[in-house]
């Protein structure tokens, strides 16, 4: 079994600790919280399951590093603190530990990301013999392994086009919906995960990694953003009142640019109610889904519906984001040290997880 430490107990974290729990060769042995009243609580309870996991959540970074733990699932946040994430990171890999995390967008792709992420992590795996693994919370798999592997499908790719379209009122994280993304706030208000620039830090490395499977050359990375004001006042179950003329919608694309024409494409659709900018693509059932298009001869149009703590879309996306990286935990013990992304990481079936149940 294989000593595995949870670092965080957020959206991602909560699922991580159930992906962790489940898995055949993986053994739950710390739990790190930021917030002092987690501390001690079982990590079952901070799980959402209805069973002790018999280990008691800590604050003690020191401790847990200590105890040299053989794999780290990194789930904070690293959405307003890219640089303190990079240092938990970095830290954990120094201590021999192969680190899991969807919180390093710049990591996304290595071969392209900013000498000041990628170094850091590089010296630490000379000196420490860890490893890491990022893949992206909106999940991973939707904007690498799944369209890549569709593609292989097609007699001809014109385009591939990876979508998110979400109804934000069941994503729980209310700091980032109405302050990062900017629902409910006025329309003159810029949200900074819309800012120029930011989604193209966010989501180009995924791009740079679609083009180098492909075997093509990026001509450049381009954005396109549409805002849409809420026409009535809603109450959304989670995150309370979002007032009439306020953002209640946002589309956004990042293209990657081939020969003069977006050819490989990751847009986001969101709202925080399904009234608010009807005449845009929209999930099957109003909720939430992911989908992937390829276009061409034939054109290939694959959508996926996750759901979980208690069908919830967005939990159900963050827990298939948690699986990427928590079922390449075994993959990455047995491989040698280094700085791994999705082409190196298979995806591979639940071995040993059908209809396996912890005691």
Not at 19 to 38: E, M, T
Not at 180 to 197: N, Q
Not at 272 to 300: F, K, M, Q
Not at 324 to 342: H, I, Q, T
Request: charged share 25%; proline share 8%.
């Amino acid at each position: 079994m294989i000593p595995t430490v949870v670092w965080g107990t957020g959206n991602v974290g909560r699922a991580a600790l159930r992906a962790v729990d489940a898995h055949p060769a993986l053994a739950l042995a710390a739990v790190l919280v930021h917030d002092p009243a987690k501390v001690g609580r079982d990590a079952g309870e901070l799980a959402g399951l209805d069973r002790a996991l018999g280990v008691a959540a800590t604050d003690d970074i020191d401790a847990v590093l200590a105890a040299r733990p053989r794999a780290v699932v990194y789930a904070a946040s690293g959405d307003i603190r890219p640089d303190e994430a990079l240092a938990d990171v970095v830290r954990s890999v120094r201590a021999g530990a192969v680190v899991v995390t969807p919180a390093l967008y710049p990591l996304y792709d290595p071969r392209s990301a900013p000498p000041e992420f990628r170094d850091p992590v590089l010296a630490a795996v000379a000196e420490g013999g860890g490893s890491l693994f990022v893949s992206g919370v909106d999940p991973g798999w939707g904007n690498d392994v799944l369209p890549l592997l569709i593609s292989g499908l097609g007699t001809t790719v014109d385009a591939i086009r990876c979508q998110e379209i979400f109804d934000y009122s069941t994503y729980e994280q209310e700091d980032s919906v109405r302050h990062l993304i900017g629902m409910g706030h006025p329309m003159e208000y810029e949200p900074l995960m819309l800012a120029p620039s930011i989604p193209t830090m966010v989501w180009g490395g995924q791009l740079r990694l679609m083009a180098r499977a492909l075997g093509v050359e990026l001509d450049e990375i381009r954005e396109t953003l549409e805002r849409r004001a809420l026409d009535v006042t809603v109450t959304t179950r989670t995150m309370g009142v979002f007032e009439a003329g306020t953002q209640g919608a946002v589309r956004f694309e990042v293209q990657g640019v081939v020969d003069g024409e977006p050819r490989i494409v990751i847009e986001h659709i969101t709202r925080i109610h399904p009234s608010c900018a009807p005449d845009w693509p929209t999930p099957p059932d109003g909720t939430g889904a992911h989908r992937v298009v390829i276009e061409g001869r034939p054109r290939i149009e694959v959508t996926v519906e996750a759901s979980d703590e208690g069908e919830n879309r967005s939990a159900g996306g963050n827990a298939t984001a948690v699986g990427r990286l928590v079922n390449a935990v075994d993959w990455l013990v047995d491989a040698k040290p280094g700085l791994y992304d999705a082409l190196d990481v298979p995806l591979r079936p639940a071995v040993g997880r059908l209809g396996r149940k912890r005691p």
